[in-house]
């Protein structure tokens, strides 16, 4: 049964990029990493106390067409109620119909903190099926 599932998902997968692939006529996709840990830290202040934070996670894939840089978060479970456009990041933040999304933004962040991309290159993909 699962191994049934798991070869739909690959061949939709395989299907979408081969369709991706297509439309770049002469420009090629590059797998740049799958399962690529990101990190960094980040130093602010709570009660005007120094306080170090650690933040990490784990990119599904990453891809580079030209020089634009995909961070793809495979999705088994949008439901109807996610949310992937918003507002106000004030939203983004409280509401967690955009849990999804926000995910993939700190996943952006962490490609850029970790010297893989420049933000305007960054484009945050998500991939559900």
């Given amino acids: 049964m699962q191994q049934s599932v798991l070869k739909v998902y690959v061949g939709k997968l395989l299907d979408f990029d081969n369709n991706y692939i297509r439309q770049l006529n002469e420009t090629n996709l ?39 840089l995909r961070i793809i978060d495979y999705k ?12 106000t990041f004030e939203e ?20 850029y903190k970790n010297d893989l991309a420049q933000p305007q290159h960054i484009k945050p993909c998500v991939k559900s099926h």
């Fill in 30 to 68: 590059n797998i740049v990493a799958l399962e690529k840990e990101l990190e960094t830290v980040l130093e602010i202040t709570i009660n005007n106390k120094p306080t170090t934070i650690y933040i990490k996670g784990k990119a599904d894939r990453i891809d580079r067409v030209g020089e634009e």
């Fill in 76 to 87: 088994s479970s949008v439901k109807s109620t996610d949310k992937f456009e918003f507002s």
């Fill in 92 to 111: 983004l933040f409280s509401d967690k119909k955009f849990d999804k999304i926000l995910q993939l933004f700190l996943y952006a962040w962490l490609a």
